[in-house]
Each structure stands twice: as C-alpha cells, then as structure tokens.
C-alpha cells in the first residue's frame, strides 16, 4: 500500500485561491508521475500531470489558472488553484503511477479526495 492524503480543499468564492496538497506515504514520489483528477458528476476529469523528468500537462479547464508541483523531500504534491469559478466545485483526487501511457487515464494508486466548493 502507498496511501495518498488529500488536503487543503474548501470554500470559496469565485476568483479566489486554494492550494491542494496530496501526502504520500511509502515510495518516494521521486519515482512516479502523479495527477491530480476531479469528478463532480459521474464523469471523473483529468486536471493535471507532473512527470518525474518535470513535464506538466494540463486539462484545457484549467489551463493558465492550475499549477501542478512537487516537493520530493516531503513527498508532498501540490495543486495551485487560482482564479477559481464555480465550475471548478468538485472532489479533487490525486493520483500516482499511471498504469497506461496516457496519463490521462488510469493510475496505480489513488488518494480518497477532497471537497472543494467555488461559490459565485
């Protein structure tokens, strides 16, 4: 097992700012790509993705408003949401070692998620 620990999310108004955090326990994250995911309906969204070698990616919601960052020696990685909309509310899940090429898909090893509300 190599739990994942979301916290930080909560409430907010629209253009407000959080910052997410997801504490691994176990494997340093210094070995594996990690995402961030959302899901407020059924569907579960892609947000975004930080590659050992530094690459990020993100989803197009979210793009220029997101950051995704590490900190390897605290095995701690981040979500920085800023210029939130209402649209953002979801339960945010971080997530490590992706089981496919795309990273956009499925992981190894999911965190149990946070709330996060954007109120307009």
């Known amino acids: 097992q190599v739990p994942l620990v979301e916290s930080g999310g909560g409430s907010v108004q629209a253009g407000g700012s959080l910052r997410l955090s997801c504490a691994a326990s176990?494997?340093?994250?210094?070995?594996?790509?990690v995402a961030w995911f959302r899901q407020a309906g059924e569907e579960r969204e892609f947000v975004a993705f930080s590659g050992t070698g530094g690459t990020t990616y993100y989803g197009d919601s979210v793009k220029g408003r997101f950051a995704i960052s590490r900190d390897n020696a605290a095995n701690t990685v981040y979500l920085q949401m800023n210029s939130l909309k209402p649209e953002d509310t979801a339960v945010y899940y971080c997530?490590?070692?992706?089981?496919?090429?795309?990273?956009?898909?499925?992981?190894?090893?999911w965190g149990q998620g946070t709330q996060v509300t954007v109120s307009s």
């Open positions: 997530a490590r070692d992706p089981l496919t090429v795309d990273f956009r898909s499925s992981y190894g090893y």
């Open positions: 176990g494997r340093s994250i210094s070995m594996s790509a």
